[in-house]
C-alpha cells in the first residue's frame, strides 16, 4: 500500500483545498496519473498517483482542506 500525500507546494503555503478527484475508490491508476487537484490561495496544483496499483481510499473529500502532508488517498499495489 502506498499513500499519497499532499506535497511541499511552495513557500509559505501551509494548507491546500481538494478541488477535484479525477478518479474513484477502485480505479486502476498509474505513477504519472494525475488523480487530484489541489487549489491553495496562490495556485493550482495536481497531484500526481505516484505509483501504480488500484485506490482503495479517498481519505479529504473534494471541497475540504487539509494540511501539507496530509493523506489524500491509500493505493494498493497491483502487478
Same mark, same amino acid.
Do not use: R
Given at each position: 500500500?502506498?499513500?499519497?500525500? *499532499?506535497? =511541499? $507546494?511552495?513557500?509559505?503555503?501551509?494548507?491546500?483545498? @481538494?478541488?477535484?478527484?479525477?478518479?474513484? !475508490?477502485?480505479? /486502476?491508476?498509474?505513477?504519472?496519473?494525475? *488523480?487530484? =487537484? $489541489?487549489?491553495?490561495?496562490?495556485?493550482?496544483?495536481? @497531484?500526481?498517483?505516484?505509483?501504480?496499483? !488500484?485506490?482503495? /481510499?479517498?481519505?479529504?473529500?473534494?471541497?475540504?482542506?487539509?494540511?501539507?502532508?496530509?493523506?489524500?488517498?491509500?493505493?494498493?499495489?497491483?502487478?
Amino acid at each position: 500500500m502506498s499513500q499519497v500525500l *499532499i506535497p =511541499e $507546494l511552495g513557500e509559505g503555503i501551509e494548507k491546500a483545498v @481538494v478541488a477535484c478527484w479525477h478518479c474513484k !475508490v477502485g480505479d /486502476q491508476v498509474y505513477e504519472e496519473d494525475d *488523480i487530484v =487537484e $489541489l487549489v491553495t490561495d496562490k495556485a493550482t496544483f495536481n @497531484v500526481s498517483a505516484g505509483s501504480k496499483g !488500484v485506490v482503495k /481510499q479517498i481519505l479529504i473529500p473534494e471541497g475540504k482542506e487539509a494540511q501539507i502532508g496530509s493523506v489524500l488517498a491509500i493505493i494498493e499495489a497491483s502487478t
